[in-house]
C-alpha cells in the first residue's frame, strides 16, 4: 500500500531540515518572489539550492509557492525564476492564478504545477477541469467534509494527487481569500503581507451612540469574532487516510523549528502507526498531548464532519497557548563517553527537569546535574543565546534531539 505524502511547512533551512529528520517526506517553501508568505524568510538562490540538495539526498520532495493573486505588474522576473527553479530541480511549483498557471506552462512544460488552496477548489468537477488543463494535484480548499474529499478523489483520475490541510491555522475567510488587512491598513493578504486583523479586538458601536463600544460578548477585552481555533485532524487520521487522499499537509511557515519539529513528529508517528495497524484513540490521544507542548491555539477539526459552529472559535484572546519552553538542539552525541554537544535556545541551568525527545520516539525525562561550556569548564547556568554547551546524558540520543522544560 502506497503511503501519503506528509508535507511539512519550511520557513528558512533549519526549519526545513527539522521538518525532513523528523519525518516529513516533502516540504513546501517560497523563494523570494511570487509567494505568500512575507513574514517567513523565504529563501535565495543559494539557499533554494542547499535546500533541494538536502531533500534530494534523503529521497524527498520540495514544492515551491508561487501563489500570489497577481496584478499585470506582479509577473515581473516570472521567467528568469521559473527557469532558475526548474535548473536546480525543484519537484514542483505551488500556484493559485490561472494566468501565473498558462504562463509558467509557456515557459516551463516539465515543471510540475500544484494548485493552491488558494484556487478555492471545493468539488471534483472543478478539480477534473485543472486535469485538463494539465495539473495533477490540487491542494482543496479547507471547507470541505471528509465526506466531500472521499467523493471528489472517488470522481477524478487515479493520477490526479488530492492534496489536504490535517493542521494549523485556519482563517476565517474562504480558502484565505481575504481583504479585511488590505482595507484596513494596505497590507494585502492575496500577495503574501497579511496583517491578521481577523485576531484583533473587537467591539460593537452603535450608530446613535458613537463613542460608545459594546462588547460582541461579555467580555471586558472586548472580542476576537473571527478568530478561529487550529485544525487538527491527527485525532481522526484513520477516517481522513480513507478518504483515499494522497497529501497531508501542516500549516506554519512562520512558525519555529521546535513546532515543525513536534508536529512532523507526532503526524508521522500517527501515520506509521495506521499503516502497521497500531492506530488507535490512545495513540492519537498520546500524540496531540505532545503537539501541545509546543506553542498553539485551541484545536478544532473544523470542516471535517461538520461545518464548525461557536465551539470553532476562540473569543476571548487571540494569544497562543505556550506550556514548554525549547532550550537546546542536540548537535552531537559520543556514545562512548555519553557527552551530548547542544546548542543553548532558551536558558538552561543546574537542575532543570526536562524533556528529551527525537525523531519517532518517546520522550523520557532527565534532571540536568552537572554542565560545561564548549571548553569543558562547568557552569551553573547557559543564559546565552545558542550558547554551546556539553552534559553527559546516560541514555543514547542523536544529532537533532531537542530538549524542552515545562514553563
Known sequence: MKKVE???????????????????????????????????????????????RYCHDRGKNLYITMNIIPHNSDFKGIEEYVKELEAIGVDAVIVSDAGMISVIRKISSTLPIHLSTQASVTNYETVNFWYDFGIRRVILARELSLEEIKQIKENTEEDMQIEIFVHGAMCISYSGRCLLSNYMIGRDANLGDCAHACRWKYNLVEEKRPGEYYPIMEDENGAFILNSKDLCLLGDLDKVLETGVDSLKIEGRVKSQYYVATVVRSYRMAIDAYYEGRFDQEL????????????????????????????????????????????????????ETKIATIEQRNKINIGDEVEIFGPGVD?????????????????????????IIKMKIDREIAPWYMLRKAI
Open 284 to 335: 492519537a490521544d498520546k500524540l496531540i498531548t505532545e503537539i501541545r507542548k509546543a506553542s498553539h491555539r485551541d484545536f478544532t477539526t473544523a470542516f471535517a464532519f461538520q461545518k464548525p459552529d461557536d465551539k470553532a472559535q476562540i473569543y476571548g484572546s487571540s494569544s497562543y497557548i505556550r506550556g514548554y519552553d525549547f532550550v537546546g538542539l542536540v548537535l552531537d552525541y559520543d556514545k
Open 363 to 387: 520522550y523520557f525525562e532527565y534532571k540536568i546535574e552537572e554542565m560545561t561550556d564548549e571548553k569543558g569548564n562547568p557552569i551553573e547556568t547557559a543564559p546565552h543565546a545558542q550558547q
Open 6 to 52: 506528509l508535507l511539512a511547512p519550511a520557513g528558512d533551512i533549519t526549519k526545513l531540515k527539522a521538518a525532513i529528520e523528523y519525518g516529513a517526506d516533502a516540504v513546501y517553501l517560497a523563494g523570494k518572489n511570487f509567494g505568500l508568505r512575507t513574514a517567513s524568510k523565504n529563501f535565495n538562490s543559494d539557499q533554494l539550492e542547499e535546500a533541494v
